[in-house]
């Protein structure tokens, strides 16, 4: 089954200790993103990766890390999370062309303390 | 960038009713534009897409979706809600452009759609 996949699911933690959630394709999507979602807010990128070794930041980029070393997975880091970055986070992929349909994973939900 | 807006952070209808959810958006190139719906606790998933093809899009679960270029509006619409169309239903709207944004989605705040019996 073509799927996006996080994990954790859920996930509570304190100030300051370094996390890392994984996403990981199966769909051979070159193009992947993360985003927040916040009430009222709505969804806002924190970065993308256009291929293996390319990442460049979104919206709000600040406080998160990225990698990608391989081409289906791409995980995000928070070195030193803070209670601000408690929120809904969901990973994305999609084609490197065509209409720019993204497929979400089911979210990850993140508390910090 | 582009900007997408959401008309109404909550609608709620009865069932049977007709449902509209508003979106307008902004863009310079003729974009791609999408709804997503998303089901407490779960993910978005696709509801529709323009694509420059027909300007009457259908999508899943009975709803569509017009693209008026002249009102730069993708508003949603299903003749008769029922109680499973309860969720968060979010507009986005493809860069369509140059540079290193070509093809990124840019969301609205979403509306949350309330079905009472």
């Known amino acids: 089954e073509a799927q996006v996949t996080q994990n954790p699911r859920y996930l509570i933690t304190v100030t300051g200790k370094k996390l890392t959630v994984t996403c990981s394709q199966n769909?051979?999507?070159?193009?992947m993103s993360w985003y927040r979602q916040d009430p009222g807010l709505g969804l806002r990128q924190i970065y993308y990766s256009m291929n293996v070794e390319v990442t460049d930041k979104g919206d709000v980029p600040e406080g998160y890390k990225v990698s990608r070393k391989e081409k289906r997975n791409f995980p995000l880091i928070l070195e030193s999370p803070s209670p601000n970055q408690t929120s809904l986070y969901f990973c994305a992929s999609r084609t490197s062309g065509g209409t720019y349909e993204q497929y979400f994973g089911p979210g990850t939900r993140l508390t910090v303390t | 960038a582009q900007s997408v807006t959401q008309l109404g952070s909550h609608v709620s209808v009865s069932e049977g009713a007709l449902v509209l959810l508003r979106c307008n958006y902004s863009s310079s190139v003729p974009p791609y534009l999408f709804w997503y719906v998303q089901y407490p606790n779960q993910g978005l998933q696709l509801l529709l897409k323009y694509t420059s093809a027909a300007t009457l899009v259908k999508g899943i679960n009975g709803f569509e979706a017009e693209f008026k270029k002249s009102e730069t509006s993708f508003h949603l619409t299903k003749p008769s809600a029922h109680m499973s169309d309860a969720a968060e239903y979010f507009c986005?709207?493809?860069?369509?452009?140059?540079?290193?944004?070509?093809?990124?989605?840019?969301f609205g705040r979403g509306t949350q759609l309330t079905v009472w019996p």
């Open positions: 769909m051979n999507h070159e193009y």
């Open positions: 986005a709207v493809s860069d369509n452009g140059r540079g290193s944004t070509l093809g990124r989605l840019y």
